[in-house]
């Protein structure tokens, strides 16, 4: 009978060990739970020239997962203007003058340097150039050359007319050289014909279309999150994925007083915790003053 005893209460003595680790070993501690996602916190102020920080009030702010100046350039690409290049060869201009562009490196045709620098040998053979020297110099009655031959000439007497050409041209190049001054003016009769108009024009047009485009890539396909500014120019973006993003006003201007600023800054969220950044003139993008 005691030896039963004695068995059994070495059963439940074992039987407790087991269920009780801690009575011989301290359990592991389970591993603390991180969030996957941080909180933004920021505030904006801009100060003015001689003045104090002023909080960008209602103001709307992008989070995103790509920089911004990454995001204008590729709206760029996808509406890109033609190449120099390309585009000189479109333009409804004489094949002289097209080769005389890509050779200068320019398009605009109608400047002073350009005036001052073409050659007499330039003027009469680039058709543009003659009709602007002619014109310029049309009140001049000595000494200018003209022409002995009729147009009707070309077709009806064409080896007659080629000899007259020639000869008018030999003597109109002499004289241009010879008399320098009459270059002066010939830019403002070039400016009708000058292929920077088209240029510029395009120019803006495919600005406007960027400025169009970058920000709607950036809502569409690279935001993370925005929020509008409170009365003290602070906002919040909770429960952000962690990793990297661009704190940006998507190149939207900020105004406090004489400053006009633009923000795209750089943030690192870490799951489990809150990021803080100050915005202000110092680390903004872009900054310049609205006065002229």
Not at 81 to 106: C, G, Q, Y
Not at 112 to 123: M, S, Y
Not at 233 to 251: C, E, K, M, Q
């Amino acid at each position: 009978m005691r030896t039963s005893f004695a068995a059994t209460s070495f059963f439940f003595l074992a039987l407790l060990v087991l269920s009780v680790p801690g009575a011989l070993a301290q359990a592991p501690a389970a591993p603390a739970v991180v969030s996957p996602t941080g909180v933004l916190e920021f505030a904006a102020r801009i100060t003015p020239t001689s003045g104090k920080p002023e909080p960008v009030r209602q103001f709307t702010f992008y989070l995103l997962t790509r920089d911004y100046a990454e995001i204008v350039r590729e709206a760029d690409a996808a509406s890109a203007l033609p190449s120099r290049e390309e585009f000189i060869d479109s333009l409804k201009v004489s094949p002289e003058l097209k080769t005389w562009m890509k050779a200068h490196n320019t398009v605009n045709i109608a400047t002073q340097e350009v005036e001052l620098g073409l050659t007499a040998g330039e003027i009469i053979s680039i058709p543009e150039f003659l009709a602007a020297y002619l014109q310029a110099n049309s009140g001049i009655t000595q000494d200018l050359p003209r022409e002995k031959y009729k147009e009707s000439d070309k077709t009806a007497h064409p080896e007659h007319y080629k000899k007259l050409r020639q000869n008018y041209l030999a003597a109109l190049k002499k004289f241009i050289e010879s008399h320098r001054q009459t270059l002066a003016s010939i830019s403002i009769y070039l400016d009708p014909v000058n292929p920077a108009h088209l240029w510029n024009k395009l120019s803006v047009e495919h600005s406007r279309k960027v400025a169009r485009l970058a920000p709607e890539y950036a809502q569409t396909k690279y935001l993370a999150g925005k929020t509008d500014t409170d009365l003290d120019g602070r906002g919040i973006f909770l429960a952000i994925p962690a990793g990297s993003y661009w704190l940006s006003t998507l190149g939207q201007d900020a105004a406090a007083g004489d400053m006009r600023v633009r923000w795209n800054v750089p943030v690192a969220l870490t799951g489990g915790k809150v990021a803080r950044i100050e915005l202000s003139t110092l680390n903004a993008a872009e900054a310049r003053s609205s006065m002229p």
